[in-house]
């Protein structure tokens, strides 16, 4: 039965000539209309309902992730490296817990028996033997992996905010600010960085923590007033100079001697900031009240998330950079620019999710390479301290004892070195799954 | 730039609590007084970096001054003196223009060595691997360079000790000597290096092969080891160049380890014990030292890169 209708427009009324008519022509003010009624004899069907493609497959559309996952998948030495991960970090933070629920012992298996005071060879009550204070080298291995995976994953999150904020602001605002951001990456990337983290963990690690405490309060303040005044200056500089380029010689004269002037501004209230926090007293109250308690082998752990973090965001910084300036000049950044779009908003939200992939890639291969500057700082006994442990200072411990209890080595060794290898496998299989044009053929 | 990293160096050193001096026992203040005095350290910290950074630049010298630090040079009358790092504080009466001198053959010979056997032996694999690209050779030597870039070195270090020197009697396990003690720690310490410089110079080359001009030069008639040596390899190994400036900070923290497993008296360990004893002036002249060093040496990579590919122009 055919539905009365009236235009939409101008309320005349309408007739339909067949029943699947889908558009109306008002022969009144001649506008045309959609139909929109429900027809009980003949419902329209969906393809799957009326059986049309019933045999036929229904295609999916393919999303970038769910590609590269399916390119992930079939590679692999990218798979193994995945699962030997999932294990390593299952063992490494439920571990120690059933370690102890099965023997009851305490982690670390010290035993109460005088005898048992001296390294032994791997048996089965001891699956990778035991030092010479006794205790079991496996659960020793499981503890030590916790700070060892922590070192990596949180050191490569303080690069990954720092380098791609950093490279993000740079390559998107271009130009002399892009020039000299990166030359200051380029200077930073000339320094033998090795030797300035081992001055900075040797200057304030271990019992020079005091220290940190002490001047906690003059950094926060110093970096909260240096963010907004850097801020303040920005927009000061936008304010009296707008995004005009510059037309003669004496105005880009003009330009740079403010930009110094406000630079130098910038510096001046960060150090009189921090040096009045300084002389308030807070900091050494705090190092008074508080040094007894602070733990100085966390403390330690603490300085290498940031001292490595810190190093290591320069390379992310350039890719980031780089994916930025291919991506800043396409349609949708000019979109969401004509519809307002706040700069800090494209580069953070508009940009940014677009350039994951490479990030997620070089994050991948960052934790490896932070993992090993950590066992080296270990070894040398700058890095973790005891009683915490980490798969480089076990290494270290059994490096002493080479000659004589080589399980001491060969364990933490041969774990820390399988999982380097399977973050580095995992990094290059996400690389050619999620970057196929750089794929290594 | 370099100075820049001296004043960092300098005042963490300056912020770090305890001093040279430092010992078990507290001394008299009248002693603490006059070790303070005679090492300037009574007067205002600006005053003291000036001093500092006048001498390791550069200054005139006193007409009466007669030790012989840094390098001098007779500018007109008068005669200037360059990078002073002072004397030593813990090894009394030495230089440490001196100490640097004498240490520093241990730490490069290690280290030139171990990169060219790095370049070598690297160079070849990924040449090998990316010539008979997907054959047993190129999986094989790509899986030996993921072992290298996995184990730490000084893991791999006390490992091939226990092997070759403990086990076999091969060669000698620590300490400097012969040509035969050289051999552990060059190899520990190229390990990782070979490995990188394996997969630079595969993904390099396929890329290259992969290129115009490479086909302009088949298509020339000329013979395949032509158009490899003199064509492929100028564009293939540019990643290994770019990679040589990041190397050579490594390669400073990969010696550390290495003459600390191999007991050998080089820079690097000397380095750790200058930082471990607030020996400032010492400190400050290594960091000095291997910062010029390093940048001097990416300077000429950078220069390098015109010779190797001719479309990069600087302007």
Not at chain 2, 205 to 229: F, P
């Amino acid at each position: 039965m055919l539905k009365e209708l009236s235009c939409p427009k101008c309320g005349a009324p309408v007739t339909l000539e067949n029943e699947r008519q889908k558009l109306v022509l008002c022969s009144f003010c001649n506008a045309t209309s959609a139909v929109d009624f429900e027809d009980r004899e003949h419902p329209r069907l969906t393809l799957e309902e009326s059986g049309v493609i019933d045999s036929v497959q229904r295609i999916k559309g393919a999303s970038l992730w769910g590609d590269a996952w399916k390119r992930l998948l079939k590679n692999r030495l990218a798979v193994l490296g995945l699962v030997v991960l999932a294990v390593m970090f299952f063992l490494v933070t439920v571990g120690p817990a059933i370690f102890t629920g099965i023997t009851g012992l305490t982690a670390d298996y010290i035993p109460a028996d005088g005898n048992l005071l001296k390294s032994f060879p791997p048996s089965m009550r001891h699956p990778m033997g035991t030092d010479e204070a006794g205790r079991d080298i496996f659960a020793r291995v499981l503890q030590g992996g916790r700070i060892s995976l922590a070192v990596g994953i949180i050191s490569t999150i303080v690069s990954l905010i720092v380098g791609v904020s950093y490279g993000a602001v740079a390559g998107y605002l271009g130009g002399s600010i892009d020039n000299v951001m990166m030359r200051i990456v380029d200077i930073i990337y000339a320094i033998p960085y090795i030797l300035v983290v081992i001055v900075l963990l040797s200057v304030f690690g271990g019992p020079n923590t005091q220290v940190l405490i002490q001047w906690l309060p003059s950094i926060i303040v110093g970096i909260i007033v240096g963010v907004a005044a850097m801020l303040a200056a920005f927009w000061l500089y936008r304010r009296l100079f707008g995004e005009m380029t510059a037309r003669n010689l004496v105005e880009r004269l003009l330009r740079f001697v403010v930009g110094v002037l406000v630079a130098v501004a910038v510096f001046a209230l960060i150090g009189a900031a921090s040096y009045l926090v300084g002389e308030t007293g807070i900091g050494t109250s705090l190092a008074e009240r508080y040094s007894d308690r602070v733990n100085l082998g966390l403390s330690q752990i603490f300085l290498l998330f940031f001292a490595l973090g810190l190093v290591s965001w320069l390379t992310m910084a350039r890719v980031v950079r780089g994916q930025i300036l291919s991506l800043k000049n396409q349609e949708f950044v000019l979109a969401a620019k004509a519809t307002g779009v706040s700069t800090f908003g494209i580069i953070f939200k508009h940009l940014v999710p677009n350039a994951l992939g490479p990030v997620i890639v070089y994050s991948t291969l960052t934790v490896p390479s932070v993992m090993l500057s950590e066992a080296f700082l270990s070894y040398l006994g700058l890095g973790v301290q005891a009683p915490y442990a980490s798969w480089g200072s076990l290494a270290a411990d059994g490096v002493k004892n080479i000659a004589i209890f080589p399980w001491q080595l060969i364990f933490p060794g041969v774990t820390m070195a399988l999982t380097l290898f399977s973050l580095n496998f995992l990094g290059d299989g996400l690389r050619d799954a999620l970057d196929p044009q750089t794929r290594k053929f | 730039m370099a100075l820049l990293v001296v004043t960092v160096t300098w005042g963490l050193i300056r912020i770090a609590p305890g001093t040279f001096y430092d010992s078990e026992k507290k001394l008299p203040p009248a002693i603490e007084a006059n070790i303070k005095k005679k090492y300037g350290l009574d007067k205002p910290w600006y005053t003291q970096y000036f001093i500092m950074l006048g001498n390791v630049t550069c200054r005139t010298m006193a007409e009466d001054e007669t030790t012989i630090n840094g390098l001098q040079f007779n500018v007109g009358s008068s005669r200037v003196k360059c990078f002073d790092f002072g004397d030593s504080l813990k090894y009394e009466g030495q230089s440490v223009n001196e100490i640097i001198r004498r240490h520093l053959p241990y730490s490069a010979i290690i280290g030139i060595i171990a990169y060219l056997l790095a370049l070598v032996v690297g160079g070849a694999a990924g040449l090998l691997a990316a010539l008979r690209q997907n054959s047993i050779y190129d999986y094989g030597s790509m899986a030996l360079a993921m072992l290298g870039l996995s184990v730490p070195n000084f893991v791999l270090g006390p490992i091939l000790v226990l092997v070759f020197a403990l086990g076999l009697y091969l060669v000698p396990a620590a300490r400097w000597g012969g040509v035969l003690n050289l051999i552990l720690p060059v190899v520990t310490l190229s390990a990782i290096y070979a490995a990188y410089i394996a997969r630079l110079t595969r993904a390099g080359m396929l890329e290259v092969m992969r290129s115009d001009y490479i086909r302009t030069a088949r298509a020339k008639g000329l013979n395949e080891t032509t158009v490899l040596l003199k064509h492929a390899l100028r564009g293939g190994i540019i990643p290994v160049v770019s990679f040589t400036g990041p190397a050579l900070a490594a390669l400073l923290a990969g010696t550390v380890v290495v003459e600390r497993i191999f007991s050998i008296p080089g820079l690097g360990n000397i380095f750790i014990q200058s930082v471990l004893n607030r020996d400032e002036p010492l400190t400050l002249g290594i960091v000095a030292f291997l910062s010029v060093l390093v940048m001097l040496l990416n300077l000429i990579v950078d220069i390098s890169y015109g010779f190797l590919d001719p479309r990069i122009r600087y302007e």
